[in-house]
């Protein structure tokens, strides 16, 4: 695990420091996510970062786990976390190995984290399986797939000098095409610009798929 997380590990404290990109967006989104919360619900969060989002949403659930593989983001979290507040719980682990368990949470959450990964539709396979019923996933996805060579070009170079992470290039249709055959209706599709797509929706009301 430490290899692939060297470079989120080097990136945390500037991460933590840095502020957040187009607050605006990003606070429409805390809204709307905190709008699916009940006093009951259980969250599950990947690649949760120095856990800025868990800790915004926590105390609104019954209770919050969230996973980082980089030693250092997670230890920024848990230096965040004030128990008395906050119900979350910040875990080590790669979510690429991950097994989930099955209905078991009320939203699972994922933000810029699956154009990271390697296996992100098997991810996201387990992450709609593990949504209870009625149960919502939100995704922020950061597509590239589409975006001008050059800067293809200028991405793997930053890799080879280690100023880059592993990143997949992606687009959207593999993702909804998941989410739909897994019999989740897709409540908000919202383009926030030309490379990401914050995503809500909802396990339809039938346990027969
Ligand atoms: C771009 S940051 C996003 C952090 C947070 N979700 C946010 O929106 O601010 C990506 C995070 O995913 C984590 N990550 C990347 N690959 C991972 C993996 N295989 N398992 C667990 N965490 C991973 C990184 O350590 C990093 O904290």
Redesign the pocket.
Known sequence: MKN??AF?NRLSNHYYKSPVKRPKNYNSKLDQISQLIRPESSILEL???TG??ALKLSSKAYSYTA????EE?IKIANRRLDNKKNKVEFIL????TLSLPYRHYDIVMA???LH??ENAEDVLESMLNAVNYKGYIVLNLILLKDIPFPFKALLSFAQILRLAPYLEYQNEVDFIKIIRAKNFKVMRFWKLDKTSIFIIAQRRESYND
């Open positions: 692939k997380s989120w690649g949760c970062g800025s989002t996973y980082d593989f980089s983001m682990k790669d979510i690429e933000h810029s984290v990271l990964i």
